[in-house]
């Protein structure tokens, strides 16, 4: 049964809702765009927004890789024990591919200025160096199975996949990167979406990040005024 979800969050008017929409478990080779069509009909209309787990867009383009697949340095291991519980960074499979991706003289030099820091009472300064080093890996921990295992890696095309699900279905679409941290980020979408509204309207995390399967989110506007999920050359009359 699909519940509505009233979305109520300061910043954000009255009026906005979202509903998760439950889906099969998506596997690499997926023609996404195609399910995630199928999926909405008949729950997204024009004027509504379809957000889609970056999680799902990236493990149908395969971008994945089995954490027994990775063999972690020793920097890897210690970068990983000095890591925040919830981080990417605590798992050394997950450091093993960043310090591949940038090399260790850059991990390293980001390691010494977040001690430097944190002595001067700064927090988060290794992430803000290392950027989207970090952001473009999903560690394994809370992904459901088969993939409890896999690290997910940033989906290719964001905005090409987002494009073609519009072009699809007629609706507006957007691919996101939310957890239950009360962070959530646009990583491509079609043109006539106002970001920051989507962003916003997903702090709470519909989608959820256990075994709900539902990667799909319609957001809806019931209010009065002009739609603010789309910008405004091209927001629902």
């Known amino acids: 049964m699909i519940r509505p979800l009233a979305v109520r969050r300061t910043g954000l008017p009255r009026g906005l809702v979202a509903i998760p929409v439950r889906i099969a478990l998506v596997r690499p080779g997926d023609d996404l765009a195609q399910?995630?069509?199928?999926g909405v009909r008949g729950i997204a209309r024009s004027g509504d927004v379809i957000a889609v787990s970056e999680t799902a867009v990236a493990i149908a383009q395969g971008r994945?890789?089995?954490?027994?697949?990775?063999?972690p340095s020793r920097l890897a291991y210690a970068l990983a024990r000095r890591a925040g519980p919830l981080a990417t960074m605590n798992q050394p499979e997950s450091v093993q591919l960043?310090?591949?991706r940038v090399g260790s003289r850059k991990v390293l030099y980001a390691a010494a200025m977040h001690l430097v820091g944190r002595l001067r009472g700064q927090r988060g300064?290794?992430?803000e160096i290392m950027g989207d080093a970090i952001t473009a890996i999903d560690g394994y921990t809370g992904t459901m199975p088969p993939y409890e295992r896999a690290i997910v890696l940033a989906p290719r095309e964001p905005d090409v996949f987002a494009g073609e699900v519009t072009r699809r279905s007629g609706i507006a679409c957007?691919?996101?990167d939310a957890n239950d941290l009360e962070k959530a980020k646009v990583l491509g979408s079609s043109k006539d979406i106002d970001r920051a509204t989507v962003e916003l309207a997903?702090?709470?995390?519909?989608?959820?990040?256990?075994?709900?399967?539902t990667p799909i989110v319609v957001l809806k506007w019931r209010g009065d005024g002009e739609n603010p999920l789309l910008q405004r050359a091209?927001?629902?009359k």
């Open 202 to 213: 997903l702090l709470g995390n519909p989608h959820g990040n256990a075994d709900e399967q």
């Open 234 to 236: 091209g927001r629902a």
């Open 64 to 71: 994945l890789v089995p954490a027994e697949y990775v063999r």
């Open 125 to 127: 300064v290794f992430y």
């Open 174 to 176: 957007a691919v996101v």
């Open 35 to 38: 399910i995630v069509t199928d």
């Open 98 to 100: 960043v310090i591949d």
